[in-house]
């Protein structure tokens, strides 16, 4: 399919070099946070030092997938209950052409590229890991949406019989997550179906799930089944578990603290127990590319 964003993001452009330790946004970061004389040092040891992948065995076992569990190591020795072949996923709503589509049709349609993204958890670390998938904008391109779409409502697989977590009620499941369009067209917004080359392990929610790399990475919701673009915001189940807590936008915003902890710093995991922290990013480094989208919102109200 002829893609319909030519990106001048290489995959040199992706490495977290440029997108993370851009010293402009870091000491502008630093000032106008007011942080310590420690971060400010943090901060200029990452400019020098620079970013690599987190290992895959980090990536791989230290996740976050309630259906599993609410442990770190839960998905990892859960989630191969999880039957994944045959995969479809249900495209409605306000779409042309609304259905059931089978994963291997969708892949046939998508391009299927390398992106090497920061992702930060709500929790307040932050894993850099490399990504093989498509962009989102492609798949609702090929769903065609319609001048009343919206916003985009996305359903985790709903399958107590596999997925252990789910006899907790610790989420209302299935797991739902939204994006404003807008968010959903951008380029950056991709919808992953491996990392580092492999198929996307069951843990990190295979076939298929979303990865926002501006945002918390609750709003990346694994193992999606269902599609639907709406003109409504849709809930989203971190936003039901905890409306003040969690908001629908959940954009990476050092200045907006977590009610229960600071968001102006992260620990980058990897290097074991020495998790080095560092100022948190507005919009996770990704400022350039997204802040034109919440121009004009105050994102205290809009969080
Ligand atoms: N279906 C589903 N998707 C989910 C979650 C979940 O519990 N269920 N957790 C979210 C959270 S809180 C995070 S931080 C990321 C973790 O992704 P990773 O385990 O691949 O790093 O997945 C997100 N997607
Ligand atoms: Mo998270």
Known sequence: MAHRWTTDLTRADLTPERVFLNRRQLMAGVAGMGLSGLAATAAG?????????????DVTSYCNFYEFGTGKGDPSQYAHKMTTSPWSVKIDGL???PGDYALEDILSEMTIEERIYRFRCVEAWSMVVP?????????LNLAGVQAAGKYVAF???????????????????????????????????????GLYGKPLPNQNGAPLRLVVPWKYGFKSIKS????????QQPPTSWNMAGPREYGFYSNVNPNVNHPRWSQ???????GGLFAKRVPTLMFNGYEDEVAHMYEGMNLREFY
């Open 45 to 57: 040891a990452a400019e020098e030092e620079a970013l690599t992948p987190n290992s895959y065995e």
């Open 264 to 270: 102006a710093s992260e620990r980058q995991l990897g």
């Open 224 to 231: 999606i089944v269902r599609i639907t673009v709406t003109d």
């Open 95 to 97: 779409v042309d052409n």
């Open 155 to 193: 359903e985790t697989l709903h399958r107590p019989s596999e997925m252990p977590g789910m006899a907790y009620r610790v989420l209302d499941w299935p797991y739902r997550e939204g994006l404003r369009l807008d968010e959903a067209m951008h380029p950056l917004t991709l919808m992953a179906t």
């Open 131 to 139: 990504w093989n998938g498509f962009e989102l904008a492609d798949l």
